[in-house]
């Protein structure tokens, strides 16, 4: 059974970064994807990035591109999203999600591409 573990959410500064994790346990198809997804207060829940199990493939938003990275570690088995240049509307709570197997051909970035979630944790950006 795949199961999603975020951690290393808290407060910051405008201009400040994080880092955060998702440790994943129970996947075996390297077709597999984690994406990180956030949602503001009273906002929709919105794709961030993507990242295939292999590590080979990445994608982001448009919002986030250049200032986030995602990254995997296969011997921890535990994929990252490093937040650089934080803003106040940054302020959300952070997602992993997990797909069970999956394309190769189709880059799942919609909530409902999702059915493997982790259960959040609280980024705060102050201005």
């Known amino acids: 059974q795949v199961q999603p573990t975020e951690s290393g959410g808290g407060s910051v500064e405008t201009g400040g970064s994080l880092r955060l994790s998702c440790a994943v346990s129970?996947?075996?198809?390297?077709?597999?994807?984690v994406a990180w997804f956030r949602q503001a207060p009273g906002k929709e829940r919105t794709w961030l990035a993507l990242?295939?199990?292999?590590?080979?493939?990445?994608d982001y938003a448009d919002s986030v591109k250049g200032r986030f990275t995602i990254s995997k570690d296969d011997a921890a088995n535990t994929v990252y999203l490093q937040m650089n240049s934080l803003k106040p509307e940054d302020t959300a709570i952070y997602y992993c999600a997990a797909t069970d197997g999956g394309s190769l051909y189709y880059w799942p970035r919609l909530v409902n591409d999702f059915s493997i979630w982790g259960q959040g944790t609280q980024v705060t950006v102050s201005s």
């Open positions: 129970g996947i075996t198809s390297s077709r597999s994807w």
């Open positions: 990242i295939n199990w292999s590590g080979s493939s990445t």
